[in-house]
C-alpha cells in the first residue's frame, strides 16, 4: 500500500473537518431529510432531494478523509534534525537569480497544496527541482513562461 506525506498541520486540518462532518453535518442532514419526509410525496419534494444529495457529498467526503488518513504518513519536520537539505514539510527560502526576488514555499501533501499561502505539492514542478537540494545550490525551475534560476537561500524546520 502506498503511503502518502502528510504535514502535522494537514492531518489536524482532515481531522477537524471529519469531526466537523460526523458530529455537525451528518446529524443536520439527517434531521432535514427527516422533515422533508414529514412533507408527504418525495418524487416532487425538493428539499428531500436537496437533503439526499447532500448527505451524498457528506458521506462520500468522510470516505474519502478516512482514505487519506488511513494512508498517511505525518511527517513532523521540527523533529528532523537541520541539515541544510530540502525535504517534504521542509519551508524553502528561494531567490530568483535574474530579479533577486525572495520567494518562500513549504513543501507539503497534493491535499494541502495552497498557492495563495505559498504551500506547494511536493509532486509540484517546483518542489521536485528542490527537493534533495541544499542551502547554496542552484536550481533550473521550468514554468510556463521559461525557465527561471534559483538559489536555495535558506531551509527553515518550522
Excluded: W
Amino acid at each position: 500500500m502506498n503511503r502518502f506525506p502528510m504535514t502535522v498541520e494537514g492531518e489536524k486540518a482532515l481531522r477537524e473537518e471529519l469531526t466537523q462532518l460526523k458530529t455537525v453535518d451528518r446529524p443536520r442532514i439527517s434531521q432535514a431529510i427527516a422533515e422533508a419526509r414529514e412533507l408527504g410525496d418525495l418524487k416532487e419534494n425538493a428539499e428531500y432531494h436537496a437533503a439526499r444529495e447532500q448527505q451524498s457529498f457528506a458521506e462520500g467526503r468522510i470516505n474519502d478523509i478516512e482514505g487519506k488518513l488511513s494512508n498517511a504518513q505525518v511527517i513532523d519536520i521540527t523533529t528532523i534534525n537541520k541539515t541544510g537539505k530540502v525535504l517534504f514539510g521542509t519551508t524553502v527560502v528561494l531567490v530568483n537569480l535574474d530579479t533577486d526576488d525572495e520567494v518562500e514555499y513549504k513543501i507539503v501533501g497534493d491535499d494541502e497544496a495552497d498557492i495563495k499561502d505559498n504551500k506547494i505539492s511536493v509532486n509540484s514542478p517546483i518542489a521536485r527541482a528542490l527537493v534533495g537540494k541544499e542551502e547554496g545550490d542552484v536550481v533550473v525551475v521550468n514554468t510556463p513562461s521559461g525557465s527561471v534560476e534559483y538559489e536555495i537561500d535558506e531551509v527553515k524546520h518550522i
